[in-house]
T-cell receptor, first 114, second 109 residues
Framework: GAGVSQSPSNKVTEKGKDVELRCDPISGHTALYWYRQSLGQGLEFLIYFQGNSAPDKSGLPSDRFSAERTGGSVSTLTIQRTQQEDSAVYLC????????????FGPGTRLTVL | QKEVEQDPGPLSVPEGAIVSLNCTYSNSAFQYFMWYRQYSRKGPELLMYTYSSGNKEDGRFTAQVDKSSKYISLFIRDSQPSDSATYLCAMGSYGKLTFGQGTILTVHP
């Protein structure tokens, strides 16, 4: 089925490098979320896109993190000058306009910063 | 204090046991309450959600919400090895969800 997809599934990078993580939401879903999940932790909200509204960036941990959503569909999360503490699983979720509380998650991107 | 508190476990039970998973919260603005299940190296998937206090049943799963005590529970009856996963409570308002830490559950045959 056409669920949420994320790429890459795994990313290993060196400290100080920039990385881009991609999320393809379910077709027609209007809302898109990014979360970070560290080992043994719950999901930490990062950013939220709803339709054409300005994104809610209140969860971004620093200005090294940014995200965009092009054409109301695909989203890219960019982390600049990566640090070891950025190592985590980055999860994307999309929501249908009619069910704003049921989030469908992708499998995540496992980021390791050496 | 975190807005949502969840005992991380781990919790290990024999097959057939009744499992109780719990979360407490501090934000009275939360309007809906959800339970997600996450298998290893997978994204979370929604199990149940509810808007009101009381019980909601779906097969072997029962979600319970007590808004006056700011406490939610998930009960799993006749637990199966396939129920082994991390269970995350989540609560929301205005489209944003706040997640608990997750409880790691293992059901052994």
């Amino acid at each position: 089925g056409a669920g949420v997809s994320q790429s890459p599934s795994n990313k290993v990078t060196e400290k100080g490098k920039d990385v881009e993580l991609r999320c393809d939401p379910i077709s027609g879903h209007t809302a898109l979320y990014w979360y970070r999940q560290s080992l043994g932790q719950g999901l930490e909200f990062l950013i939220y896109f709803q339709g054409n509204s300005a994104p809610d960036k209140s969860g971004l941990p620093s200005d090294r993190f940014s995200a965009e959503r092009t054409g109301g569909s695909v989203s890219t999360l960019t982390i600049q000058r990566t640090q070891q503490e950025d190592s985590a699983v980055y999860l994307c979720a999309s929501v249908s306009s009619g069910m704003v509380n049921e989030q469908f998650f992708g499998p995540g991107t496992r980021l390791t910063v050496l | 204090q975190k807005e949502v508190e969840q005992d991380p476990g781990p919790l290990s039970v024999p097959e057939g046991a009744i499992v109780s998973l719990n979360c407490t919260y501090s934000n009275s603005a939360f309007q809906y309450f959800m339970w997600y299940r996450q298998y290893s190296r997978k994204g979370p998937e929604l199990l149940m959600y509810t808007y009101s206090s009381g019980n909601k049943e779906d097969g072997r799963f029962t979600a319970q919400v007590d808004k006056s005590s700011k406490y939610i529970s998930l009960f799993i009856r006749d637990s199966q090895p396939s129920d082994s996963a991390t269970y995350l409570c989540a609560m929301g308002s205005y489209g944003k969800l706040t997640f608990g830490q997750g409880t790691i559950l293992t059901v052994h045959p």
